[in-house]
């Protein structure tokens, strides 16, 4: 299924267009990416969010 929701970067507005009709900024999906247990690069994500936790 394609994804045709976008979200400004800019100024949060929701549209389905490449850039934002309101400010011109560049939309991207909105959308988490999908998690899996066999994903190879689990122990690298899970070390970042670690460390930016840390970070904070």
């Known amino acids: 299924m394609v994804q045709l929701l976008r979200k400004c970067r800019n ?3 929701y549209t389905m267009q490449d850039t934002c009709p309101k400010c011109g900024g560049d939309a991207v999906s909105p959308h988490p ?6 994903d190879k690069y689990r122990k690298y994500k899970i070390l970042m969010k670690r460390l930016a936790e840390n970070k904070e």
């Open 11 to 13: 100024c949060d507005l």
């Open 33 to 38: 990416a999908k998690f899996s247990m066999d």
